[in-house]
């Protein structure tokens, strides 16, 4: 098998069309893949961020769950306590409950009687000067 001669205008031609198709495949992966793939790359990153909401979302959702089932069980707790003390009573119910406490206890001899009525600000200006 013999190669064609080819002549020097013709290597010239063959030169010139293999660099051009060397800059026509850089043209088409710089201006034509390039963008496309920065929108591919850009894409990801926001499929990943919206993942990361997603989840956040869902942990905001279980301690959503949580805390109502909390408020079920503190508004129950709530209702128990209110339905011991009867309505408009002053706290004067606390000292004849603490004498049960103590005489289920065993203890006979118990005083459970509120400290003062003064205000805040009194027992406050009495504690600076100490």
Known sequence: MTL??????????LALS????VVLLYVYFSFFLGPLQKIRDATLAEIADRQKKI????????KAANLERQAKDSMARFATLKELSPEGAPIAWFPPRVKTFFA???IER?????????????????????
């Open 4 to 13: 064609p001669k080819f002549s020097k205008d013709q290597i010239k031609k």
């Open 18 to 21: 293999a660099m051009g198709f």
């Open 55 to 62: 989840d956040s979302s869902k942990t905001e959702v279980a």
């Open 104 to 106: 289920a206890q065993g």
């Open 110 to 130: 118990a005083i459970a009687r509120l400290e003062s009525n003064t205000t805040l600000t009194k027992r406050a200006r009495r504690l600076d000067q100490i």
